[in-house]
């Protein structure tokens, strides 16, 4: 009976080898672009939950609280210059009808002096964005690289996508709303954004 030649076993044996050596400088070089890359690049819209705070805040009518505020950035600080992603999470102390979040927001729009042509070329994209919450839910909304996008927590359950903001314009006066230094409640900012001025 024959026997292979430890040479010829050797050769196979050698081309495993450098077949798995190739395969792990390929993996180990596809990490390191990963590792390397910018924070920008790399941050998901997900990723907002592991994102430190920066502020909080609470916003009431009378003796009534309508919802806790906190925004949230990778850094843990604000600052509108460099486009770091952020995250708007909102906590709501009562019910409150969709169709009443988007007067809201339309009223606060006006506020901030934005057109009656621009608003009405955002709201198809508002429609439908979130549902009615109750008291307990979330409503999180993650603006990075000029888009945006929401998210509809109920009390107790996961964070779903709920819906996204595509364009510059609507993504930016979405979280103007309350980052603006025009925004209707200049204290509830202040709070948000850490307390510090810009």
């Known amino acids: 009976m024959y026997k292979t030649t430890s040479f ?11 077949a798995g050596l190739l395969l792990t400088l390929f993996l180990a070089f596809s990490l390191s672009t990963t590792l390397n890359a910018s924070p920008k690049t790399q941050a998901s819209t997900d990723d907002w939950v592991w994102w430190k705070s920066v502020g909080s805040a609470s916003l009431s009518w009378g003796f009534w609280k309508i919802y806790d505020s906190e925004l949230r950035t990778p850094s843990g600080a604000f600052v509108p210059a460099t486009g770091e992603p952020l995250a708007l999470v909102i906590t709501y102390s009562r019910d409150i009808d ?15 002096g934005f057109s009656n042509q621009q608003i009405k070329g955002w709201l198809p994209q508002m429609q439908n964005v979130w549902p009615d919450v ?4 979330r409503l999180i909304y993650v603006l990075s690289e000029d888009k945006g996008q929401f998210f509809y927590q109920p009390r107790n359950g996961k964070a779903s996508a709920s819906g996204t903001l595509n364009t510059s314009d609507i993504a930016n006066a979405f979280s103007a709303i309350w980052l603006s230094p025009a925004t209707a409640y200049p204290s509830l900012r202040l709070a948000l954004i850490g307390g510090n001025a810009e």
């Open 134 to 137: 109750k008291e307990g839910d």
């Open 8 to 18: 010829y076993d050797g050769k196979v044996f050698g081309g495993k080898r450098l």
């Open 98 to 112: 969709a169709d009443d979040l988007l007067d809201a927001t339309v009223e606060q729009w006006e506020h901030l």
